[in-house]
Each structure stands twice: as structure tokens, then as C-alpha cells.
């Protein structure tokens, strides 16, 4: 079964750095395509970063380009999004996104608070 186990949340001042992780399990890992996304109290759920197989970013959001890395590690199963230069803006509940045999996938997400 696909699971998809999201962390590195929490609380943050700004101008401060986290790393989240995702931890995948259940399909072949490195022939898919992995994103993050975020939603935010209010707003709709947006696309932050993807990542394709071959680790080539097609997909950063404007607003946080610059800032977001997203990166994977196929031999762990997981991809990455370092954040750096946090900003107020950026708290959301962060969750990691994948398609799998013509279905999609969440994580059930990760708290990202960001406060001064």
C-alpha cells in the first residue's frame, strides 16, 4: 500500500530554516514524480515544489523560489524540502503529494508555524 509520512514541522521564528522529510513506502519510489504542497488557514491548497524521477525540478512556486529546495534521496525513499528564510507567509500545514497507477497520494501533513 502507497504511504506517505510527512516531518520536520514545527514552530519557527522568522528568517529561521527547517527541513522537511517525506518518507514513502509501498511503490517503486525512484519512477515517480514527488511534490509538496500547502495549505494555508483560508486558502486553497497550492503547489510549493516537484520533483521528477530523473531529479529534475519542474515546479517552484514564485514565492517561494529561492528560498525552497526540493530534493530526493531514491536509495531512502524520501524527498526533501529545505526551507530556508522562513517567512510569516510560509505557515501552512505541508503535505507531500504523489501519483501512482493512475491515483494520487497524500501524507497527512506537517504544522509549519512561523512567529515571531
Known amino acids: 500500500q502507497v504511504q506517505l509520512v510527512e516531518s520536520g514541522g514545527g514552530l519557527v521564528q522568522p528568517g529561521g530554516s527547517l527541513r522537511l522529510s517525506c518518507a514513502a513506502s509501498g511503490f517503486g519510489f525512484s519512477n515517480y514524480r514527488m511534490s509538496w504542497y500547502r495549505q494555508a488557514p483560508g486558502l486553497e491548497r497550492e503547489l510549493v515544489a516537484r520533483i521528477i524521477s530523473v531529479g529534475v525540478v519542474t515546479n517552484i512556486a514564485d514565492s517561494v523560489k529561492g528560498r525552497f529546495t526540493i530534493s530526493r534521496d531514491n536509495a531512502k525513499n524520501t524527498v526533501y524540502l529545505q526551507m530556508n528564510n522562513l517567512k510569516v507567509e510560509d505557515t501552512a500545514v505541508y503535505y507531500c503529494?504523489?501519483?501512482?497507477?493512475?491515483?494520487?497520494?497524500w501524507g497527512k501533513g506537517t504544522q509549519v508555524t512561523v512567529s515571531a
Open positions: 503529494n504523489t501519483w501512482v497507477g493512475g491515483m494520487e497520494y
